[in-house]
């Protein structure tokens, strides 16, 4: 089985009455079986995500080996997905080695380099159908260890939305509407106007970052307005994290080291699970 694009797994998720598709931030290798749990027991495709420091810990081509693999053997329509890349070197990198998704964000950058860079990268994506993600507006938090300042924060406008999306025509945008990157605790407040209105401006598929924060009836509310790609990873991290600890510090240096992941990787499925039921 083929990795799909974008593009190609919002058609199956919505073939499967889902309105939107998580996008999971996969940490390490030893939670990828359980991504392909909670997509097989919710009947759900999967949008697998990659850090650049994920990618580069664990190599692009083994991890698009591994879900690629995966995939086929669990019959699981997959996208392998690059998030939150601002060197184009590293995005021909993974689309190289098979990624079938990747998201250039130069959202810290003026608004005309942003369409500058993000052509490129559309340009080297289009004869490789590959879905490209950009991101209009800088959204609170941190990325993969990397912080951006409360003063920072910068919603998007409808009219700079519109006139991304003409200039790059990217697949999907990446909104900044009131979520927070990389929030576990307290509640996000999205500003569903401006989410209605960018939706209907642009025609184009919108993300939300930071979608650990938001509430379930907020969520439920956002893929009704527009949002088709939902990214999820803090809340993973910190389950897996917690249950990993816990396990750690009760164990013997001579029990398996699986003794201690399975329980983190039961709680990942879990996550993902409960979140997948959010979008149907």
Aim: glycine share 6%; aromatic share 6%; proline share 2%.
């Amino acid at each position: 089985m083929s990795l799909l694009n974008f593009n190609a797994i919002l058609d199956v998720a919505q073939q499967r009455q889902f309105k939107a598709i998580g996008s999971f931030n996969l940490h390490c290798i030893e939670m990828l079986p359980a991504f392909f749990r909670a997509a097989k027991k919710t009947d759900s495709p999967l949008m697998i995500q990659i850090s650049t420091g994920t990618a580069e810990y664990l190599g692009y081509k083994l991890l698009v080996d591994s879900v690629r693999s995966l995939a086929e053997s669990e019959n699981v329509p997959t996208c392998l997905h690059l998030d939150h890349c601002s060197d184009i070197k590293a995005i021909e990198t993974a689309m190289n080695a098979g990624f079938s998704s990747v998201m250039y964000d130069g959202s810290h950058l003026s608004m005309e380099d942003n369409i500058a860079n993000t052509r490129i990268v559309v340009e080297m994506a289009r004869p490789r159908n590959i879905s490209v993600e950009a991101e209009l507006g800088a959204i609170g938090g941190s990325e993969d260890g990397k912080a951006v300042a409360e003063e920072d924060i910068c919603f998007t406008t409808v009219e700079e939305a519109r006139h991304f999306i003409e200039e790059t025509h990217v697949d999907m945008l990446a909104v900044s509407v009131g979520t927070v990157h990389g929030l576990y605790t307290g509640k996000a407040h999205i500003q569903h106007q401006r989410l209605k209105e960018i939706s209907e401006a642009t025609k184009t598929p919108l993300v939300l970052h930071g979608g650990t924060g938001v509430s379930d009836d907020d969520m439920r509310l956002a893929v009704t307005e527009g949002i088709n790609k939902v990214n999820v990873g803090t809340e993973m991290n910190v389950q897996w994290v917690g249950q990993c600890k816990t396990m750690f510090e009760k164990g013997k240096v001579n029990d398996s080291v699986r003794k201690f992941l399975i329980p983190a990787n039961d709680a990942v499925t879990n996550v993902l699970m409960e979140k997948i039921a959010l979008f149907k």
